[in-house]
C-alpha cells in the first residue's frame, strides 16, 4: 500500500454499546506505518470522555511518535431495543489529511447499517433476523471497503461546500467543521428520538391514569351494589327482629291469658268477675 493511501483509507473502526466494544475493523497495511500506535488503546483512553460529551459527532487529535498526525472521529447515538437505550457510538482513526466528510460518511452509513440490523433482528418475521450478531463486522468493513473504493470518484462531492483543513478539532472534544449539516442531522434526530421517548412515557402514563379511572368506576360501582345490598340485609334483618319481637309478645300474651283463665274460667274469667 502506497503512502498516498494513508489519505483515502480508515486506518482502525470499532463499534460499541455503551462503552462495550463488539465490532472492530483495522487496516493492517497502514497499521504497518505506526509500530507504537495502539489504536485499541487510545480509543478505550478516549471513549469515556467521547460518551460522556454531548457532541454527537466530533475528533480529537492523537498524539504518535511519528511525523504524521492522526486524529480520532466519533459518532454517537441512541438506540431504544426492548425498552433499553442504549448508547451506540462508532469511532475511527485516520490520518489528518482524509477527507472529513468520506470519514462522516463512513460512521453516518455504519451507524445507520447497524440500527438496521439490530431492528431487523428484532422482527421475527424478518428473514434477516435469523442472522448472527457477528455477522455485522463483515458489513461494517464491507462499507468501509466500499467507501474507500470510491474515494477519488467522490471526492469532488466529498469537497462540495467545505473545507478540509487538516488543524481542525485542535481542542480536546472538537465538532468538525466541514460536517455542520450531518450534526445539525444528528442533533435533531436526537431531540427528535428524545420526544418521541416523552410521548411515549405520557401515552404510557395516559393509559394508566385510563385504566385507574377504570378502576374507579369500578369501584364505585362496586361500592354502590354493595351499599344497596346493605341496605337490603339491613331491611331483611330488622323486619326478622321486628317479627320475632310480636311473636314472642303474642306468646306471651297467650300464656298470660291461659293462666288467668285456668284460675277464674275460661273463656271470659266469669268465676273472678261475680
Not at 8 to 15: A, M, Q, R
Not at 213 to 221: A, E, G, I, K
Not at 254 to 268: D, K, R, T, W
Request: net charge positive; proline share 3%; glycine share 4%.
Amino acid at each position: 500500500m502506497s503512502h498516498s493511501d494513508i489519505h483515502k483509507h480508515l486506518i482502525y473502526c470499532t463499534l460499541t454499546i455503551n462503552s462495550t466494544t463488539l465490532y472492530t475493523y483495522e487496516n493492517h497495511q497502514l497499521i504497518s506505518h505506526f509500530p507504537r500506535t495502539n489504536c485499541s488503546e487510545i480509543i478505550s483512553q478516549e471513549l469515556g470522555l467521547i460518551n460522556s460529551s454531548k457532541t454527537l459527532v466530533g475528533s480529537i487529535p492523537v498524539s504518535t511518535n511519528t511525523p504524521r498526525k492522526l486524529s480520532l472521529y466519533f459518532m454517537k447515538k441512541y438506540m431504544n431495543v426492548d425498552g433499553s437505550r442504549d448508547l451506540v457510538t462508532i469511532v475511527s482513526i485516520a490520518h489528518n489529511d482524509v477527507n472529513k466528510t468520506f470519514i462522516l460518511v463512513v460512521l453516518k452509513t455504519i451507524m445507520d447499517k447497524y440500527i438496521d440490523f439490530k431492528n431487523r433482528q428484532q422482527d421475527q418475521n424478518d428473514p434477516a433476523s435469523k442472522a448472527k450478531p457477528g455477522e455485522f463486522k463483515l458489513y461494517m468493513k464491507q462499507i468501509i471497503k466500499h467507501e474507500e473504493q470510491n474515494y477519488d470518484v467522490n471526492h469532488q462531492s466529498y469537497n462540495y461546500g467545505s473545507t478540509n483543513d487538516a488543524n481542525d478539532g485542535s481542542g480536546s472534544v472538537n465538532q468538525i467543521g466541514p460536517n455542520q449539516l450531518l450534526l445539525a442531522n444528528e442533533e435533531v434526530g436526537e431531540v427528535r428520538q428524545l420526544m418521541l421517548d416523552n410521548i411515549h412515557k405520557l401515552l404510557s402514563r395516559g393509559d394508566k391514569i385510563n385504566s385507574l379511572v377504570d378502576q374507579t368506576d369500578r369501584l364505585n360501582t362496586s361500592s354502590s351494589v354493595f351499599s344497596k345490598k346493605a341496605q337490603q340485609i339491613k331491611r331483611r334483618m330488622w323486619f326478622h327482629k321486628t317479627k320475632f319481637i310480636l311473636s314472642a309478645i303474642g306468646g306471651i300474651l297467650v300464656l298470660l291469658y291461659l293462666f288467668i283463665a285456668s284460675q277464674c274460667g275460661f273463656p271470659l274469667f266469669n268465676q273472678c268477675i261475680n
